[in-house]
Structure formats: C-alpha cells, structure tokens
C-alpha cells in the first residue's frame, strides 16, 4: 500500500530535532482540543495525582496511515445493513435463546444477563424502542501483492461502542498538520496528494442519541426529560465520552446529559409508581431537583468487572424494565456475543441458503456484502464442526494460524498463537464451548509512528478500522426508525503486539490516508 509518487518513504525519516518539534506540536494541539485520556497509573501515579486533575495525550500516530480506498468505502457501504442485521438479531428471542443456552452453563455472565431479560419479560416490557450505536471492526486481507485487497470482520461491537469522540478529533489533528505548512507533510509528499477523508463520528453518534431522545418526548413526560451516560469511576476514556454529551448540547434544542457511575445507579434513580415505569434521575446536589430519563447510554456493564455484587445486578435491572430507551438493552448486548458472530459466519449444513436469510430477505443483495466481510470462525462445542476446530486448536503448529474468543468486550481477553493450546488444557473442556476461534487476518505491511505516554514507536503496524452504525428500532413492530452510517475509527497497534484495544493500553488513535 506505499503511495506511488512519495519522494521519500512514508512515514519519512525523522530527524531528532524534527521529531521533537512535531511531538510538541500534537501535544500541544491534542491537549487544546480534547484528543486526551487520563494518564495510566504506569504513567501517574493516584497517589502523585490523588484529584484526578491530569490529562494526556492519546496514544496517536504522527501521520495517518495508508489504508486502501476500496475497503474504505466496502466497510462504510456495508454498515447500514449490519444496523438492520443486528436490530433484526436483537428482535428475534428464539435465535438469541439458542445461543444462551449453548454457553449459559459455562459463562456466568452471560447467564446473568439472560436472567435480567426473563425478569422483565415476565413483568412485561414497557418500552418497545431500542437504540443501537454499534461499531464493526475490520482488518485488510490480502493474501499476495497482485490481489485485490477486501476487509475482514474483527467483530461486531453493539454495547459501549468507544473512540468515536476521538476518531473525529484525530482525523481534524493529521488535516491539520496536512494544511498547516508543516514541513515534515511536504518533505514526505504533495499536500494534495492526502486524500484523508472526513470523519463526523462525534456528529453523527451524537445525532443517534437526539433521535431516540426525540422519539421518547414525542410522548407526555412527568418530568423534564435528560439522557444518561452510566459511566465506570474512575474512567481514564472521559474525552470520548464528553464529546459527544458535548455535542448533544451545542444544538438549538439542547439536551441535558448527567454522568451516572453504574454503581451509584441505585442511588440516584428510582422508578415512578406509574404503569409506564418512568426511569428518574435525581440530582445529587440537588434530589428534590428529578428528571425523566429518556435515554440510558451505557459505558459501562459490558464486562463482569462492572458487576462486583447482587447490587449492581438490581441496577441493571431497574434500568431494564423501565420506560427510558436503552443503548443497548440485554438483548441487543447478547446480540454482539462472539458467538452469533461465530453462528452467522459458519455455513449451514442443513441448507444452501445463508442464516442470514433468518433476519434479511434472501433476495436482499445486502446478504453478498455482509457475507463478503466474513472471515473463518469455527465453534468449540461438541458439533462436528467444533470438533474438528478443537483439534486445530490445541495443534501446537496449526493453532498459530488462530485466535481464541471469549464472549467479552473492552480487550485484552483474547488467547493468540501458541498460547491457544495450554490455556485450553488449563480449563475443563465442558468450557471450552463459551470461545469461538478465529482465523487471523494477515494484513499487508504498512509503517508508522506511534506517541505514547510521550515516547515514540516506530516501526511496522497493523491497522484495525471500525465503522460506527447508529439505528433506532421497534422491537414490537420491527419498524426501522432510524438507520444511519456514522463514521469511523482506525486504530492501529505496533505488528508485534496482539491486542489492539487503546483503552487497554495496545493501541493507538489514529485516521485513514486513502491509497
């Protein structure tokens, strides 16, 4: 993927002097317009910053990386249907009942989730409406030069889908430094010959929330009404997160958004004693002072972590079964387990017809563009398909080819390579049925360099893109509300390291140059 006409390599080669003007440069510029995380502990410790006052810069590349312009535009045409394809998986129960039950026993997690959903089915849902701002992942597959690159799906994330408030300012960092004269852009190449395209993904996450918060007051409120981050405490990612509460509010019609940590949920909401089960959110410095809440974005509950005790469970649960529109609810976040995006890539013994003609129209020609992004992924149950996955698992040669998958989000769960085979045997294999294995996508070789914690990476990387979606749907009627493509996200990560998580400490922000 190197440019054609670069006079120099790209990245160039810095000088030191060079390098320590452009870090100073994008510190300077991050620090000015939000691209920030908390510092990790490596970096500060609690006890050198016991207020929470300091923010760094993200790990972010000094120069956008090379990615090909038709996978570009393949991921972004695709991502209206995945929208509609996971809305349609999140309405169909019985389908996500067949997961459950295949992992259920060996994944607690999983299994309290689903218990969640029972207690409120049994009570009865009172809010039809579910928003959905998801986020699929992919990586370049080209197997040689000569062939034409395509992408491959990572994953499908469909509950605290993160960075899309700092994609947008890392895609406004490299113009920036692109338009700005600096030198070190025109000694690598043309200014015009940077084709990076626009990113509105704090926008367009932004105008998804608007779109369920406007659907909800449509109806008669008690109260004024608000949206709701639940939020980790402490959260290192809170510039992400602000943008977009940011944005929500810098519009004619603002919103009110209160952070609400999940563990004080309990605390600072309670349920009207009507039959619409009103969510309330009362505040803390003022509780006589109630909001309805229209929205509940979650940040938070994707893990077991965020669940230390029968407590937290209960705010789950207050927060299911009441009348606020969730993002997502219980079974829109079951709907990006591994495992359905293992069931929908594994083809169908029983019959010609792809099973995604379960949720979208055989006819419908979406069903060749979503096939197209599937990569090999193969379950490790008792099937004769798991079967045969099990043996190349735990192959001390064939299981480098692969990666192993719990039904987690947030990063830094996955098993790689050779580190496939011992973790396997250090497990009953009754358990060994909650993972899905992944063949490993093989991108082709690209270069840059990396800022983090202030210090430089350079070398090879991988780049991972994800495509944010955002879609507003009626589980009781099916109805498509709202159904958009809302920019992207590309992260990237030195070719030495497996995981590619920021928040987890792997990767990098970073935006694409179109080759």
Known sequence: MAPSRAAEPYPPNLHPSEAEQLVATIKDWSIAHGLAVRPPPAVISAE????????????????????????????????????????????????????????????????????????????????????????????????TAEEIPTIKQVEFNTIASSFGGLSSQTSKLHKYLAVSDYPLFKKSLQTTELDLPENQSTKSLALGLRSAYDAYTKSENIHPCCIIFVVQDPERNIFDQRHLEYELQQHKSPISVFRLPFAETLTRTSIAETSKRQLLYHLPSNPSKVFEVAVVYFRAGYGPGDYPDASAWNARLQIERSNAIKCPTI????AGAKKVQQVLATPTSSSNLSILTRFIEAEDPSIHGLEDTFTNIFPLDDTPAGQEARKLAIDPEKCKGY????????????????????????????????????????????????????????????????????????????KILHNEEAGYLLRTKGD????????????SMDSCRLV
């Open 403 to 478: 990666v192993l998958k719990p039904q987690r989000e947030g990063g830094g769960n996955n098993i790689y390579r050779t580190a496939i085979p011992p973790f396997l045997k250090s497990l009953p294999e009754t358990h060994w049925k909650s993972f899905i294995l992944m063949e490993i996508i093989i991108p082709p070789p690209v270069k840059n360099i990396i800022l983090r914690n202030g210090a430089l990476e350079q070398g090879g990387v991988i780049c991972e893109l994800g495509v944010y979606g955002t879609c507003l749907w009626d589980q009781a009627t099916k």
């Open 331 to 334: 079974l829109t976040q079951l």
């Open 496 to 507: 030495k390291s497996e995981e590619g998580g920021v928040a987890a400490g792997f990767g």
């Open 48 to 143: 050198a910053d016991p207020q929470g006052i300091l923010a760094t810069t993200v790990p972010v590349t000094l120069f956008p990386s090379p990615f090909p312009r038709i996978c570009f535009e393949q991921a972004k045409s695709i991502q209206k249907a995945y929208n509609k394809l996971y809305a349609s998986i999140a309405q169909d129960e019985g389908f996500l009942e067949e997961i459950v039950q295949q992992i259920i026993e060996v994944d607690d997690f999983i299994a309290e989730l689903w218990q969640v959903h029972l207690k409120v089915k049994e009570e009865g849902y009172v809010q039809n409406l579910s928003l959905g701002l998801f986020r699929s992942d992919y990586m370049v597959h080209q197997s």
